[in-house]
């Protein structure tokens, strides 16, 4: 029973085949934006706080890790073709996002090309590892991620409006947030059904996920540290948010119960998404 999860199994492959073709015509029909034509540029605001523009760009170094995101997990599921499809599809919504936030912080006055070239040589000098050894642990990884993420970006969204507003941010942030939340749904319904085919090592995953969980690569830069800090300045995301907006709703909709998840009292301590 325990080997249903594997990419290779033929079940498996013919069901995440099915949920990959739902998710990619729904993305063509309903999702698909411009990078040219959906964002009203001319109305950047280069008067926004200089903190909000750092966020920007943390979030825009996190989003430039993508050729390990591709790389490194697609070995993992190359045999199950709905799998490594999604996760190259997942590739490309993930390259606008960080084409969207550099063209912002670009266009805005907020960076020079010189800036953003050393940015990109600071993010390509280290290589981000997965977090997770097996295909199952990185899906539920990215299940929780998404969730975190999309957190992140519609919470900035919200600072940017309280800080005088700036209508191109707006609008990208609110694409990139649709991107990450359809994401995250996919994640969680392919985890779902790993919960069906197999409950007592999805949950093993699932805490080991939840209670060890950092969001990927921000601690890579020699910056890192000030960055997270910004980060929780702003409001934008610290443990609580965690814990209120990532872990309890993706237990409650997963339909598990804090008791099933072991050693519970000892992984609530250590939640920290921003210590690794
Ligand atoms: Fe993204
Ligand atoms: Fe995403």
Not at 225 to 253: C, G, H, M, N, W
Request: negative net charge; glycine residues 4%.
């Amino acid at each position: 029973m325990a080997n249903c999860t594997r990419p290779e199994d033929p079940v498996l492959r013919t069901i995440l085949y099915r949920l990959y073709r739902e998710f990619f015509d729904r993305a063509e029909k309903k999702r698909r934006w411009s990078l040219q034509t959906d964002i009203p540029w001319e109305e950047c605001n280069p008067s926004l706080p200089p903190a909000l523009a750092d966020v920007v760009e943390s979030f825009c170094a996190v989003e430039l890790y993508l050729p390990d995101y591709v790389a490194k997990a697609l070995p993992l599921i190359r045999a199950n073709r709905g799998w490594a499809w999604f996760h190259a599809n997942w590739g490309y919504e993930e390259s606008k996002h960080s084409l969207a936030l550099g063209d912002w912080l670009l266009r805005s006055g907020h960076r020079s090309e010189e800036q953003m070239a050393d940015l990109e040589d600071r993010v390509f000098a280290q290589e981000w590892d997965l977090p997770a050894d097996s295909a199952s642990g990185m899906l539920i990884y990215a299940m929780v991620q998404e969730l975190a993420t999309w957190v992140h970006y519609r919470n900035l969204r919200e600072r940017v409006l309280e800080e005088g507003g700036d209508p191109a941010l707006c609008r990208l942030l609110d694409l990139i947030a649709v991107d990450e939340r359809a994401h995250y749904a996919f994640y969680r319904r392919v985890v779902q059904l790993f919960l069906e085919l197999d409950r007592p090592t999805t949950l093993e995953q699932l805490r080991r996920v939840l209670h060890g969980f950092a969001m990927p690569a921000v601690h890579l830069l020699a910056d890192s540290s000030q960055r997270q800090a910004q980060i929780r300045d702003l409001k934008l995301f610290d443990e609580e948010t965690y814990f209120v907006e990532v872990y309890q709703p993706i237990l409650e909709v997963l339909g598990v119960h804090r008791r099933e998840l072991r050693r519970w009292s000892r992984g609530l301590r250590k939640l920290s998404p921003y210590v690794k």
